[in-house]
């Protein structure tokens, strides 16, 4: 499915059944499942929780720096001939690696900036850096596609809200919005492994994305969301 229906699909959903349920409905808790919702894409350099999160001209700054750096490194005498070449062929040639490697690269380097200088943000910088590292080496559709990502993030969101006055729902918002997303992932031609390395796959063949009919599935699935959320906060005594 596309990012867009993700995001409504899952958070509309989580946040229906949450408060069908009684549980509150927070600010915190409305964002986590918002990006819940977008999380298990986060394996994908061109998927819409990466490219809001690091658009083309963060790209484009980093192509800039890394020239920058190749000719500083060339004319710096850091090392001697050859090896300042070799050095500044080597830093600049990763400019020119696609947009999908350069956002690997970006998160990879936001990943270690959060572990070496975010302590004031404690867990919640280790989590975001551990996010980061992993998806950015893992294929799409692997390990963030399964339950062991639905448990993984559950949980961490679990732990990080113990010292929250407000977030003992946090990971409940996280996890159904996590696993909604997967869900949604099920109906497609593709589908997914839930539980590698078992070979099961979960796949309803309802639609592709991309195409009319599965934009037609898309569709009908936010229609339904709709009415949940209009029958949940409004219908709903």
Request: net charge positive; hydrophobic share 55%.
């Amino acid at each position: 499915m596309m990012g867009k229906s993700h995001l409504i699909i899952s958070t509309g959903v989580t946040l229906s059944v949450m408060n069908l349920l009684g549980y509150e409905i927070t600010i915190p808790a409305i964002a986590v499942a918002a990006v819940s919702s977008l999380m298990p894409d986060i394996d994908e350099p061109n998927s819409l929780l990466v490219r809001k999160a690091i658009p083309e001209f963060v790209l484009r700054i980093l192509q800039v720096a890394l020239i920058g750096a190749a000719i500083y490194l060339y004319f710096a005498g850091l090392a001697q001939p050859p090896w300042n070449i070799a050095l500044a062929l080597l830093v600049g040639s990763v400019s020119f690696l696609p947009g999908r490697r350069l956002r690997h690269l970006v998160m990879i380097l936001i990943a270690v900036g959060l572990v070496a200088f975010a302590d004031a943000y404690d867990p919640w910088n280790y989590i975001a850096a551990c996010i980061l590292i992993v998806a950015s080496v893992v294929p799409h559709r692997g390990l963030t596609h399964t339950l062991y990502g639905v448990a993984g993030w559950g949980a961490l969101l679990y732990f990080a809200s113990l010292s929250m006055n407000d977030g003992g729902s946090l990971w409940i918002a996280g996890g159904l919005s996590y696993a909604l997303h997967l869900l949604a992932d099920s109906v497609t031609q593709r589908g997914i492994t839930p539980l590698p390395p078992l070979p099961f796959k979960l796949r309803l063949r309802l639609m592709s994305t991309g195409t009319k009919k599965g934009s037609a599935v898309e569709n009908v699935c936010i229609l339904l969301t709709l009415v949940l959320v209009i029958y949940a906060f409004i219908l709903s005594p």
